[in-house]
């Protein structure tokens, strides 16, 4: 019989303290007409100084563990997508795994900066329909307002702090019917944050990105995966319920809408509320779709994401 990835409760969660544009005015020369005209974003979430990645993540697990109607013990896989982790190692994943009280099955974190869920939800569908894994927990989450230079007005309004997470599990249908992940490092200098381990922590700790270039590419890249996620399984646009894409710039958003020929009222949005959040924009933005009842049981989703790495990758389901 062949097993399907299927999803069972979502959740998310994003830190209390907000950051609205008007904020953003006082510290950098920007304003809140521009910001939301080329961004869409009106404000942003912001972890407290004691406030860390997993602490994000915990929250968000909690409440798909809730809906999903299921208990920590239950879980035998833990990936954690995050750029932002609270440690260089332990992984997130274990911190998770810890705080949740679970002990001895796998957990790993996943680095594909804002593709990082798809990346992760991709992964975790290969454990599932090979049979090791019964019962996974998937989160996307980041705290990217401590790699932010909150002087550069080209980075800083853009960005915010959240959580989404799925709890996933073995079934006899779909589910996750297609995956597709890709990536190419040739554009790696369009977006990164120079500093790490290789260089003894040389360099900008901050991301810098070519906001125009990376702007362009997004547009071409997410109209293509939507393309290629259709043709892979012979579906026309029509049938797709809902787009939930990675939730950067309105602009990005509707410009791909515009391509595909898909109204808006079927592609979900949050950024405005939220901003980017990486790695937990999309589990954030359907797991509010999911809670506000837009997406219904048995409706086909299709996600879609583009990142630093160049990383990019869509995941097709029927709720
Ligand atoms: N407030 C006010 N002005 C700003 C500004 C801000 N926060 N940021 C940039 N500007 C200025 C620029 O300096 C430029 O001024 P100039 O014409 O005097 O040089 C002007 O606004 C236009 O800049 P430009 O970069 O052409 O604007 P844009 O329309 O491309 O919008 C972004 C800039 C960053 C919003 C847009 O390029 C973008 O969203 N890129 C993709 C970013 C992204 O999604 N990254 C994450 C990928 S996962």
Not at 37 to 54: F, L, M, N, P, S
Not at 150 to 168: I, N, P, Y
Request: charged share 20%.
């Amino acid at each position: 019989m062949t097993v399907y990835t299927r999803i069972l409760g979502t959740g998310g969660y994003l830190p209390d303290r907000v950051v609205t544009n008007a904020d953003l005015e006082r510290t950098v020369d920007t304003s809140d007409a521009w910001i939301v005209e080329r961004t869409g974003i009106r404000t942003r979430h912001v972890v407290a100084a004691d406030e860390t990645c997993c602490d994000l993540a915990e929250q968000a697990a909690r409440r798909a563990l809730s809906a999903a109607q299921l208990d920590p013990g239950d879980i035998d896989l833990i990936v954690v997508a995050t750029t932002t982790p609270d440690q260089t190692f332990p992984s997130t994943a274990c911190l998770l795994q810890q705080r949740l009280g679970i002990r001895g099955c796998p957990a790993f974190d996943v680095q594909a900066v804002c593709t990082g869920f798809v990346y992760a939800l991709s992964i975790v569908d290969k454990f599932i329909r090979t049979g090791s894994a019964r019962c996974a927990l998937v989160v996307g989450a980041e705290t990217i307002s401590r790699i932010l230079n909150w002087e550069d007005r080209g980075t800083s309004v853009l960005f915010g702090d959240g959580a989404g997470a799925v709890v996933v599990g073995a079934a006899s249908a779909p589910g996750v019917v297609s995956t597709h992940l890709h990536a190419d490092g040739a554009f790696k200098e369009l977006l990164q944050v120079p500093a790490g381990i290789g260089n003894g922590g040389a360099g900008s700790p901050y991301m810098e990105m070519k906001g125009n270039e990376v702007f362009r590419m997004a547009v071409t890249i997410l109209g293509r995966i939507v393309d290629e996620a259709l043709e892979a399984n012979g579906m026309a646009r029509s049938e797709l319920d809902w787009l939930v894409p990675h939730q950067a710039n309105i602009r990005i958003i509707q410009a791909t809408a515009r391509k595909l020929n898909l109204p808006m009222e079927r592609v979900v949005v949050t950024v405005g509320q939220h901003g980017n959040t990486s790695a937990a924009s999309v589990p954030l933005a359907f797991d509010q779709a999911v809670r506000d009842g837009r997406i219904q049981r048995g409706q086909t989703v299709l996600m879609e994401a583009f990142g630093g790495g160049f990383t990019w990758g869509s995941i097709l389901l029927r709720y």
